[in-house]
């Protein structure tokens, strides 16, 4: 088994020198048997896996749990942590996330209003737009305190997801030790 072993951390060793520094190392080299090439071993391309028609909210979840661990940290119990380990670590989300964010997309508030202010809802308003909350009666125009300014996607950039992954937002990791 050890010399198996051996010759697993060889060719890990050969493989990410060649990857990180396109050059075969002379030990390398003469362990199999032939002279370091003088300079860079060619590279040859590999064509890009095709890309997939994965919904963009698919792209976007992979990105902000690349970025910003997300997922990880939504789907995580928080209830055991104290509230400072928890604020340490949404520092962390929210640079990842944010970053990725102002990446891929370009938001605007769908009101120009700041919240807080009066503001009136016409009728005709698109309701995807603005919703309209608390004691509603009767027909619009509605007039109300804006609470949210929303937001509106005005840009959005969203590599598409590799069509080997399918719906993978992010692949399972598995250390070799």
Known sequence: MTAFL???KFAFK????????????????????RA??????????VPAPPLSAEPT???????????????DFLMEDIAAYADAQVGAAVREVHAGCRMTLLQHLTLKPVLDAEEGDRVTVDAGTDAARVKVIGNVSGKPPFHGVLRHRGWLAARVDVP???????????PAEVEVT
């Not at 370091?36 to 391309?45: H, L, N, R, T």
């Not at 909210?57 to 997922?71: H, N, P, Y």
């Open 6 to 8: 051996t010759r697993v």
């Open 57 to 71: 909210a698919t792209a976007m979840l992979a990105l902000l749990q690349r970025d910003g661990r997300l997922i």
């Open 160 to 170: 598409p997801l590799p069509a080997s992954g399918g719906s993978v937002v992010a």
């Open 14 to 33: 050969t493989w990410f020198v060649i990857l990180f520094h396109n050059r075969i190392p002379e030990d390398v080299a003469t362990a199999l048997g």
């Open 36 to 45: 370091a090439p003088p300079g860079p071993v060619p590279v040859i391309p």
